[in-house]
Nanobody, 121 residues
Framework: QVQLVESGGGLVQFGGSLRLSCAAS????????MAWYRQAPGKQREWVAT???????NYLESVKDRFPISRDNAKNTMWLQMNSLKPEDTGVYLC???????????????WGQGTQVTVSS
């Protein structure tokens, strides 16, 4: 059993900041890449940022320099520090984790339930 729990969402004004976290618990033999996605109402899910097990990062161009991503492997936790928020950033933010549940299992992705981020104009 693998569980991913996101937290830190909320309502913030234009230009404000939020820090999202994603904590993994349960069976996790090996965690590889971790990523954040977001989904606005009626829109397709959009990739936002990725951090590898070694700490390498990649970002959606529109959030680059605004949303640094980080992780603590000892805590199985990932964060997304969202700064200079815009209304266009509004949506449900979901964490994605690639992991193996045990040494025999294939690597696959797991998803959290999401946390709502709302940025007012």
């Amino acid at each position: 059993q693998v569980q991913l729990v996101e937290s830190g969402g909320g309502l913030v004004q234009f230009g404000g900041s939020l820090r999202l976290s994603c904590a993994a618990s349960g069976s996790a033999y090996r965690i590889s890449d971790m990523a954040w996605y977001r989904q606005a109402p009626g829109k397709q899910r959009e990739w936002v940022a990725t951090i590898t097990s070694g700490g390498g990062t990649n970002y959606l161009e529109s959030v680059k320099d605004r949303f640094p991503i980080s992780r603590d492997n000892a805590k199985n936790t990932m964060w997304l520090q969202m700064n200079s928020l815009k209304p266009e950033d509004t949506g449900v933010y979901l964490c994605q984790v690639y992991l193996q549940r045990n040494r025999y299992a294939a690597q696959r992705d797991y998803w959290g339930q999401g946390t709502q981020v709302t940025v007012s104009s």
